[in-house]
């Protein structure tokens, strides 16, 4: 717990550096970057994030969009008129049919239009994506930082991962391990 809180500690100043909210010195990759902790530290880190979007917008003076992944996806449900009839279709004709007819809404790509249509890069100094063990396995991280690349490469964004990012490779909750994703950086080893 001791080098969680550490770690947590550290965010603020990293977060607010010039070349972070530049997007400089990354060899010319894009601003993105993973603060990955234990899954069981998921409760701490929530009341991190909440102390750290009071303490940006105030005494840093920015602005941050905080988009929680879990509910971005019931949010989209709920606007294609499936998330209350998901429960009596896992009901009726049980989980199978149900992932089989949410799949297609919930594609990555539909999630990357929706992710835009709420954050405009030009309206915010940077991005925290939370809400991603909830989301699993509807929305995978990976594959959504791969297809948000192509809109949301001007301002930095940080991933809260419950699990571990060794720089190549997720593993969600410490043990499932997703296709291989390069491009990010660990905010704070």
Known sequence: MAEL???LNKIYDCITAENFLRCESLCNEIGYYIFDYMPENELEVRDHIIALKKQLAGQAQLKV???NLFELLIDHLKSRDLFEKSFQMETDKGLGHLWKA????LKTENLV????EKVNPNDYDMVF???VGNAWPLARAHSLLNNLQSVMSEIP???FYPGCYDGQHFRLFGK???NPYYRAF????
């Open 5 to 7: 809180t550490e770690r």
């Open 65 to 67: 969009a905080d988009i």
């Open 102 to 105: 949410i799949k297609a809404p």
């Open 113 to 116: 239009k929706i992710f835009q």
């Open 129 to 131: 994506i939370t809400g």
């Open 157 to 159: 964004l940080v991933l």
């Open 176 to 178: 499932l391990r997703s």
């Open 186 to 189: 660990r905010l704070v080893p």
